[in-house]
């Protein structure tokens, strides 16, 4: 399959999308997206990327349970329960491997931006639900931005958290440059970046949990048409020297 680069000239521009409503399940996502953007004079076009975060998915989705907000131990046994795998436990502490293949804190529970005794579960197929979204807007708006859906994650070695791409829709997540050649003539031969996690932590910038902004235009942005998912960007078990 051929793919083709997104058009990108110029500067790259983040673009919050405010104003969306309190998302509910049931809720028509993307009905709420595109009707923000237009009231925040955001015209999407096919070379954009719409970067959604996995909150307002997974409410629109019906993925919130009701959980004691004064019991910890009943939001660890829901964690529990999402987790294929419990990978280490230090205090209340809890890192796990989804079933996606994600590993992360909780098994991506977060009570963040949710009612008192409400927690949020991560989409069943946060790939499918890019899919389905991007279907949507471009159902409506007559344009097909690549879709990104984040979450925060924290990372490796490093303190803090960022943005990354739980599920992708319209776009190869990962740019390959092994076999061009650098600036001095030599072959590149491991380089390959994660262009769809570095879109969701650039729209951090312009989101933010507290901003009450879930979801933005990342635009100007060179990235690879095709048929990507999330899933290609973890590492498979017999590459990673930590497992």
Not at 28 to 43: M, N
Not at 50 to 59: E, F, G, Q, R, Y
Not at 136 to 161: E, M, N, S
Not at 186 to 199: M, R, Y
């Amino acid at each position: 399959m051929s793919h083709a680069d997104s058009a990108a000239a110029g500067p790259v521009v983040l673009l919050p999308i405010v104003g969306i409503p309190e998302v509910a399940p049931g809720d028509d996502l993307g009905d709420l997206i595109v009707e923000a953007a237009t009231a925040s004079g955001i015209d999407m076009t096919s070379d954009d990327v719409l970067v959604v975060t996995h909150k307002i998915v997974s409410k629109a989705e019906g993925r919130i349970l009701e959980v004691d907000p004064d019991d910890v131990d009943a939001r660890h046994m829901v964690a529990e329960m999402e987790a294929a795998r419990i990978v280490r436990r230090r205090g209340g502490l809890l890192i796990a491997e989804t079933r996606h293949g994600f590993v992360c804190a909780n098994a991506g529970v977060d009570a963040s931006n949710l009612e008192p005794g409400q927690v949020s579960l991560l989409p069943v197929d946060p790939d499918k639900s890019a899919r389905r979204l991007r279907a949507r807007v471009r159902q409506l708006t007559g344009h097909a931005p690549a879709l990104i859906i984040t979450d925060t994650f924290g990372r490796a070695w490093r303190v803090g958290q960022t943005n990354v791409a739980i599920g992708v829709a319209g776009m190869l997540p990962v740019m390959d440059y092994r076999g061009s050649v650098d600036h001095f003539g030599v072959e590149l031969k491991v380089t390959t970046i994660a262009i769809a996690d570095e879109i969701a932590a650039a729209a951090e910038l312009v989101m933010g949990k507290a901003d009450g902004v879930p979801a933005a235009v990342a635009r100007g942005v060179r990235y690879r048409r095709g048929r990507g998912n999330a899933r290609a960007l973890i590492r498979q078990p017999q590459d990673d020297l930590f497992r």
